[in-house]
T-cell receptor, first 116, second 113 residues
Framework: AQKVTQAQTEISVVEKEDVTLDCVYE???????LFWYKQPPSGELVFLIR??????QNEISGRYSWNFQKSTSSFNFTITASQVVDSAVYFC?????????????FGQGTTLQVKP | EAQVTQNPRYLITVTGKKLTVTCSQN?????MSWYRQDPGLGLRQIYY???????DKGDVPEGYKVSRKEKRNFPLILESPSPNQTSLYFC????????????FGSGTRLTVV
């Protein structure tokens, strides 16, 4: 069965600290896609990254980095030198290429609070 | 600008009063879908549509209807809203679904009293 688990419900850090958001997924498909979305207090979903199952290279984009490890079925997200503007709910999601519903399977979300 | 437009952004209604949340995309996407977001549950799929006149149930379809008469529009209909449908709703579109990039609307916060 497909599933995405974000075990951390809430994380609180002080500005400039590094923080890692965990994401563990389950799928039987060999071809799948993993996503991270940010939901600021205004409520919209902001796309951050998409990775496919054949590309295990880590990715860095400014203060953001992602560690994709198929061996542990994890796709963790690290924010370096966090800022107050990073405060949001972050969702990890999975999409299976073999799905006939096109569904994005979301984790429960992690609420990140960055204090000044 | 490529986008998914949802209306209204906020809605407060009473139990049993039929309502429609509209969703429109300007990217000629074949695939469209509705999700609801509830605390601790993430987003769950309500209905999806692979193309015009092709719709199917997602994980939580009870109490909802949809239609896809034209490619760009995918309205979500609540025939008789109940308080347990109080939620944040998102419409999404994708070229064909199945892992290709999804574009989300800004969300509709619905309260049923």
């Amino acid at each position: 069965a497909q599933k995405v688990t974000q075990a951390q419900t809430e994380i609180s850090v002080v500005e400039k600290e590094d923080v890692t958001l965990d994401c563990v997924y389950e799928t039987r498909d060999t071809t799948y896609y993993l996503f991270w979305y940010k939901q600021p207090p205004s409520g919209e979903l902001v796309f951050l990254i998409r990775r496919n199952s054949f590309d295990e290279q880590n990715e860095i984009s400014g203060r953001y980095s992602w560690n994709f490890q198929k061996s542990t079925s994890s796709f963790n997200f690290t924010i370096t030198a966090s800022q107050v503007v990073d405060s949001a709910v972050y969702f990890c999601a999975l999409s299976e290429a073999g799905s006939n519903t096109g569904k994005l399977i979301f984790g429960q979300g992690t609420t990140l609070q960055v204090k000044p | 600008e490529a986008q998914v437009t949802q209306n209204p952004r906020y809605l407060i209604t009473v139990t049993g009063k039929k309502l429609t949340v509209t969703c429109s995309q300007n990217m000629n996407h074949e695939y469209m879908s509705w999700y609801r977001q509830d605390p601790g549950l993430g987003l769950r799929q309500i209905y999806y549509s692979m193309n015009v006149e092709v719709t199917d149930k997602g994980d939580v379809p009870e109490g909802y209807k949809v239609s896809r008469k034209e490619k760009r529009n995918f309205p979500l209909i609540l025939e008789s809203p109940s308080p347990n449908q109080t939620s944040l709703y998102f419409c999404a579109s994708s070229l064909k679904g199945q892992g290709v990039g999804y574009t989300f609307g800004s969300g509709t916060r619905l309260t049923v009293v």
